[in-house]
Structures are given as structure tokens and as C-alpha cells.
């Protein structure tokens, strides 16, 4: 096909919408399959000569003085404090301000019982992830018209690509092969005395329903890939390490190698289907100017939210709600009484330390937990959420939070009624959720278990957070065997076109606990593929 | 979400920085450094622009009135009043711990289970004994 039929219109064969893990994950097969599409993103990049703690955090900041990286000029680390709302603690690193920058402005939402999170940020939300990547099993993919099997091949690739930390182990069951992982993390000193209790006991926890094991994470232990290993240095949360995978990573090495062609500052809002081909309508955003793009196909990649929004722009939809599914999640802080007034961990991986799957008879599903150190976010995060007098919460600080662990507990978007997506006649999305239906009184078989692994707490201390900041969107455009409007053939094709293929979560028949991320980049990958037959044939 | 300090500059508030050594002082004893004072009043600024007008006044008031901040400062976030002393304090912590000579009240340097037990208890009792103190201070703090 020629490459510019125009001014400002462009024609390839296969186009990537957007830049997160599944347009990365997208761009990567269409690479293998020696295709090189273009990407169209917002892309917009961290900010340069960015402030970073060289080393270990604690070392580090025992000589400097910490304000630019923990808090910034812009005030943008007390966001949560100033604006007076729970945000998303990660996110509230100055260096991770890019990662939401003018989302809000780009994509306004008018939304209820939803705080929704989005990016067009070069790498998307996964630049702030917790690189938590598990493979989906057949249980995960219940209600989707594909098995674990069919992911399977891309999975392999993205974990040589990646370079995964794990073990086979309790959890192997429901993380499926571990096959070319690397050697799991070093433990915090907390967390190796929680799996040392589950082992003395595993047999009665399994029993209970409850599996504990090392996380699978996309954190190097060794040298990987000309990466170097975790420096168990606790500033995960602040700036980005080379150890630590984002998919910006292999976008640059796509980009570098002339495998990908990326155009960032171009917005897309709605395409147009022609008999031999389909147009891209976009926006450049510099200039306000519209632009085209043709192509054979487009591979649709930015986000549950933003997929949708295209897909009904597109329509010119303003009547249809579309279903979107959230992962329900509750934060549980732990404290281990025999850790209490210990010197805190200052070496150790400031992420998830243990995951932990639980099967309740309370709830009738599988939930998945990640249990993290909090050594990494600032202290000051955990003093307003103590109780007593303000230097007795700093005497808190110091004695308690070394012995602390906090689990994220999440459950299947199943359990939370969805809410429902729309476009609006300005433009504007809504988006009408519900509150967090999680009971914490069904919680207490599994705090009891966990008291038996010394890990103790109390139903006052756990928080339910806002319905969104889970930020796992998925199910606007679901696969069915058989799909309706808005929804999708098994190979990712949207009903009713010919040449749109979904590749983010936004295809995702349902929600499972597990996180979403690893599965929704080999799903992306089986997509593209779809597209690229499509495009060669048209080709 | 990112907020603008500039934004904040149009709304004077001579008194931050009293509110900041006052603050200091009561989390951490002693004058708190320059550099931190005037980080404390930008930011405080912006707080002060999110709240109405009459708790700005009341909290400023009944601060600087007081002769045990934290107290006070318990007792505002124990019966719900005043919510904008008790991010004062909490604004007053982020920021000293940006600083390296406050690391040691942020980060215990030694393990001991003893220690920590007996520090523990003796927060618990510190707050008891802050509690009536401060619930006594607010009644004197005039509403309005």
C-alpha cells in the first residue's frame, strides 16, 4: 500500500491505537510477523532531567533533602491531602504525574460511584504498574469464548520479553506454567516469616481455602536482557528502575530497531469504514488540526474506557450504556506483633512480596491477594491513617510500620454490579458505577487464617477503596461466540466491522480476580495477529 | 491530579507560618527550619483556599490560641471539627520528613521489642492524657 495518499492522510496496513501493554504487547507480534504498523498515541513522556534518589532510597536521603522527588515544586505529591480525596498513592509521585497528565482535559468524564483513572501517557498506566503478570488459567477465562491454551504461545514470548521473577509453587495451580521464570525476589524480613508460618501449615490453610506463594513479577532478580537485577534499593514508588518492566521499554526497542514507526500528539476520535480500507479521524493535538489515517486495520489499544468512547464515536452513539466491569478490592494492614519495634527493612523490594489466593464459601469465587511492604511510599502516608495524639502517631510510625504488611485483596468483577458507559452529545463520557459492595464481616474467615500465620488486624483498619481505583477496566466490548453489537468475534474483531480489532481489556468477556495485565498483553498479541491475516490479505 | 500553588497566592495568610512553628513545634518540638517554614506556607495557602472561609478563621484562631496544639489537634479530629487544623498537621508531617535531620523521627534505627512495646504504651497513655486536654481547650475555642 502507498504510504501517504494525502497532505495530512497516511495509509499502512495495520495501525495501533494507543501505546499501554496491550499496543505494546500488539506492536511486539506484528514485529515478530515482520509487519511494521504505526502507532498512534498522545504519548505523552515523563518530564526530563526528572529528580531521582541514587541508590538506596534510606541511604540516599540521609544527605539529601527529599522534597522534589517525594513531593515537587507543583505541590503534586500532596495532591491527596490539598484537593481532600483519596487518590491512587503510586500515582501521586512527582515522577509519576505524567502517567494521568491532562487525562482529564482529553477525556472528560462525567462519572457517579466511579472514579475512573485514565492515561495517554507514552506506555500508559503500566508506567505506574506494580508489574504483578500472571498468566490466565481456564478458571480465569470462565464466560470467554477462548482457553488458557489459546494464550498460551504469547505468553512464553512476553516472558522472555519481560523477564518474570517467580516460583512454582502453592500458587503454580492458578498461575499456570512457570516454565522460564527467573528465580523469585529476596524476601523482606516480614514476608519470609509469613511463608515460613504458611508452610508449617499449609496443609489446614489449603484446606481453608487459602494458597500463599511468591508473586510473579516483572522485576528482575538477575540480570536479564542487559538489565540489571533488583537493587532492593525501596524506590519503586518513586522513579523508574531498569529492573522494573514497563512496556515503555520495549515500545523504545521497537521504536529503535524500525520495527514500530510511533506518531505521538495524535489523538483518535472515530473511524469511518470503506469497502477497501478504513479511516482513522484524529486530532493533532498541537495544532487542533484534524487528520487521517488509512489502513487495512486498525487494532483498537487505548484502554477499556477509551476503546469504548472510540467505538461509540465512531457509531455516533449517544443512546447505548455499555457494560464496564471493575475488580472490587478491599486493603487490609496486617500488623506481625513479633516484628514491633523492629529497625525497618530499608533493603528490601518496595512491591508485592506474596500473593495469596483465596477460594471463600462466603463469596463463592476466587479472590487474589498481593501482600507488599510498605517501605517504599512516604511515612507521613501511614501517620493520618493512626489513631492516637500527633507524636504518639509519629511514635507509631517508627515502632509499628516496620511490622507491617498491607494486603490488596482483589475479587472478580462479577461481584460488583457493573457500571454502565455512555457517550454523551457533548462528548463527553458518563459513566454511572456503584459504591464497593464488599462486606468486610465476609472477610473474617480469611483474618482469622492469617492470624495464624501472625499476621494480625482489625475490621475498623480496612479500607474499602472508591470503585475505579482498582484500575482494572475491562468488558466495555466483550468476545462471545456468537457477538451482538458492541461486542466481539473470539478473534477480537468488533460485530459489524470488518477491519476493527479490539486488543485491550475492553474485550474481555469478564473479570477475573487475577490481574488483568499479563493476560490482556497475550490476548493483544492473539488479536493482532487476527488483524495482521486481515491486513496481508487486503495487502 | 496536580494542584497549582499559584492558584493560592491571591488568598494572603499571614498567619501560616506562625501555624507552622506552632505546628512544628507541637509534632516535633523547637523552631522548624526556614526552608521548611515557607513550604509549609505555600501549601498551607492552598489548604486554606479548599475550606470556607469562617473554619479558616476558627482554625487559625484557636491554634494560635492554644497552649497544646496537639492536644487541640486530637481532640478537632476526635469529635470531627475543625478537619482543616487536623491537614495542617498532616501537611506539617509530609513535609518535614522530606528532610534529612527529621529522618529519626520517622525511622527506627534499632530493634528492640521491648522498646518498641513500651513506647507503644506510652503513646497510648500520652493520648489519654491529650484527650480531656484538648476536648477542655476546644470549648474555649469561640464558635463563628
Known amino acids: 500500500m502507498a504510504d501517504v495518499i494525502g497532505r495530512d492522510s497516511v495509509e499502512r496496513e495495520i495501525i495501533i491505537v494507543g501505546s499501554g501493554a496491550a499496543g505494546t504487547a500488539a506492536a511486539l507480534q506484528l514485529a515478530r510477523l515482520g509487519l511494521r504498523p504505526l502507532m498512534l498515541d498522545v504519548g505523552i513522556r515523563p518530564r526530563e532531567n526528572a529528580p531521582r534518589a541514587e541508590g538506596n532510597l534510606y541511604e540516599w536521603h540521609k544527605h539529601h533533602d527529599s522534597f522534589e522527588l517525594h513531593i515537587g515544586d507543583d505541590l503534586h505529591g500532596l495532591s491527596d491531602l490539598l484537593t481532600g480525596e483519596a487518590g491512587i498513592a503510586k500515582l501521586n509521585a512527582p515522577n509519576a504525574a505524567f502517567v494521568v497528565q491532562d487525562a482529564v482535559a482529553l477525556s472528560p468524564i462525567d462519572a457517579t460511584d466511579f472514579d475512573a483513572i485514565q492515561s495517554f501517557a507514552f506506555g500508559g498506566l503500566a508506567n505506574a504498574w506494580g508489574a504483578g503478570l500472571y498468566r490466565f488459567v481456564d478458571a480465569d477465562l470462565e464466560g470467554f469464548p477462548i482457553r488458557a491454551a489459546d494464550l498460551a504461545p504469547y505468553a512464553d514470548v512476553l516472558t522472555r520479553e519481560i523477564g518474570i521473577s517467580g516460583a512454582d509453587d502453592d500458587l503454580t495451580p492458578f498461575f499456570g506454567d512457570a516454565s522460564g521464570?527467573?528465580?523469585?525476589?529476596?524476601?523482606?524480613?516480614?514476608?519470609?516469616?509469613?511463608?515460613?508460618?504458611?508452610?508449617?501449615?499449609?496443609?489446614?490453610?489449603?484446606?481453608?481455602?487459602?494458597?500463599?506463594?511468591?508473586?510473579?513479577?516483572?522485576?528482575?532478580?538477575?540480570?536479564?536482557?542487559?538489565?540489571?537485577?533488583?537493587?532492593?534499593?525501596?524506590?519503586?514508588?518513586?522513579?523508574?528502575?531498569?529492573?522494573?518492566?514497563?512496556?515503555?521499554?520495549?515500545?523504545?526497542?521497537?521504536?529503535?530497531?524500525?520495527?514500530?514507526?510511533?506518531?505521538?500528539?495524535?489523538?483518535?476520535?472515530?473511524?469511518?469504514?470503506?469497502?477497501?480500507?478504513?479511516?482513522?479521524?484524529?486530532?493533532?493535538?498541537?495544532?487542533?488540526?484534524?487528520?487521517?489515517?488509512?489502513?487495512?486495520?486498525?487494532?483498537?489499544?487505548?484502554?477499556?474506557?477509551?476503546?469504548?468512547?472510540?467505538?461509540?464515536?465512531?457509531?455516533?452513539?449517544?443512546?447505548?450504556?455499555?457494560?464496564?466491569?471493575?475488580?472490587?478490592?478491599?486493603?487490609?494492614?496486617?500488623?506481625?506483633?513479633?516484628?514491633?519495634?523492629?529497625?525497618?527493612?530499608?533493603?528490601?523490594?518496595?512491591?508485592?512480596?506474596?500473593?495469596?489466593?483465596?477460594?471463600?464459601?462466603?463469596?463463592?469465587?476466587?479472590?487474589?491477594?498481593?501482600?507488599?511492604?510498605?517501605?517504599?511510599?512516604?511515612?507521613?502516608?501511614?501517620?493520618?491513617?493512626?489513631?492516637?495524639?500527633?507524636?504518639?502517631?509519629?511514635?507509631?510510625?517508627?515502632?509499628?510500620l516496620p511490622a507491617m504488611l498491607v494486603m490488596q485483596l482483589f475479587f472478580p468483577g462479577a461481584i460488583q454490579p457493573a457500571a454502565q458507559l455512555s457517550l454523551l452529545q457533548n462528548g463527553r463520557l458518563s459513566i454511572r458505577g456503584h459504591p464497593n459492595v464488599l462486606g468486610v464481616r465476609k472477610l473474617a474467615p480469611l483474618l482469622a487464617a492469617m492470624r495464624s500465620l501472625g499476621m494480625w488486624t482489625h475490621a475498623l483498619l480496612i479500607y474499602k477503596p472508591k470503585t475505579g481505583h482498582a484500575i482494572h477496566y475491562a468488558g466495555t466490548l466483550p468476545m462471545h461466540e456468537s457477538p451482538g453489537r458492541y461486542e466481539c468475534y473470539p478473534d477480537g474483531r468488533l460485530a459489524g466491522s470488518k477491519r476493527v480489532y479490539i486488543a485491550d481489556s475492553a474485550c474481555f468477556s469478564a473479570l477475573p480476580a487475577k490481574n488483568m495485565s499479563f493476560g490482556m498483553m497475550c490476548n493483544a498479541m492473539r488479536v493482532a495477529e487476527a488483524a495482521a491475516r486481515l491486513a496481508t490479505e487486503c495487502a | 491530579m496536580s494542584v497549582d500553588p499559584m492558584s493560592a497566592a491571591s488568598h494572603p495568610c499571614f498567619l501560616c507560618e506562625a501555624e507552622g512553628r506552632k505546628i512544628y513545634a507541637a509534632l516535633f518540638g523547637g523552631e522548624p527550619p526556614p526552608v521548611l517554614l515557607a513550604r509549609f506556607a505555600t501549601a498551607a495557602k492552598i489548604l486554606n483556599s479548599t475550606a470556607p472561609q469562617a473554619e479558616v478563621d476558627r482554625s487559625t484562631r484557636a491554634l494560635l490560641a492554644s497552649f497544646d496544639p496537639e492536644a487541640l489537634e486530637l481532640a478537632v479530629r476526635l469529635t470531627r471539627q475543625l478537619p482543616l487544623l487536623t491537614r495542617k498537621f498532616r501537611l506539617m508531617v509530609y513535609l518535614a520528613e522530606t528532610l534529612p535531620e527529621n529522618q529519626v523521627y520517622f525511622i527506627n534505627g534499632r530493634s528492640s521489642l521491648l522498646r518498641g512495646l513500651i513506647n507503644i504504651a506510652g503513646a497510648v497513655l500520652r493520648t489519654a492524657w491529650k484527650l480531656p486536654l484538648g476536648l477542655w481547650q476546644l470549648r474555649r475555642v469561640p464558635r463563628g
Not at chain 1, 365 to 381: D, H, N, V, Y
Open chain 1, 181 to 400: 521464570l527467573l528465580p523469585p525476589l529476596r524476601l523482606s524480613h516480614n514476608a519470609a516469616q509469613v511463608l515460613a508460618r504458611y508452610q508449617r501449615a499449609r496443609h489446614k490453610l489449603r484446606e481453608r481455602g487459602i494458597f500463599l506463594g511468591r508473586p510473579r513479577v516483572g522485576a528482575l532478580s538477575v540480570p536479564y536482557d542487559s538489565r540489571p537485577a533488583v537493587d532492593y534499593s525501596n524506590t519503586e514508588f518513586w522513579q523508574d528502575q531498569p529492573y522494573l518492566y514497563t512496556p515503555a521499554l520495549t515500545l523504545k526497542k521497537l521504536i529503535a530497531s524500525g520495527h514500530l514507526d510511533y506518531r505521538p500528539g495524535v489523538m483518535v476520535q472515530r473511524w469511518e469504514e470503506l469497502p477497501d480500507r478504513i479511516v482513522l479521524h484524529a486530532i493533532v493535538l498541537s495544532t487542533g488540526e484534524p487528520v487521517q489515517f488509512s489502513c487495512g486495520a486498525v487494532v483498537l489499544a487505548a484502554g477499556a474506557i477509551g476503546t469504548a468512547k472510540i467505538v461509540l464515536c465512531s457509531a455516533k452513539d449517544y443512546a447505548t450504556a455499555l457494560r464496564l466491569l471493575e475488580n472490587p478490592a478491599v486493603q487490609i494492614p496486617f500488623v506481625l506483633p513479633t516484628s514491633i519495634g523492629r529497625c525497618l527493612d530499608t533493603h528490601c523490594f518496595g512491591l508485592t512480596q506474596l500473593n495469596l489466593i483465596w477460594q471463600p464459601s462466603t463469596y463463592g469465587c476466587t479472590a487474589q491477594g498481593s501482600i507488599l511492604e510498605i517501605t517504599s511510599p512516604m511515612r507521613a502516608e501511614f501517620y493520618g491513617r493512626f489513631p492516637l495524639a500527633a507524636r504518639a502517631n509519629l511514635t507509631l510510625v517508627r515502632e509499628m
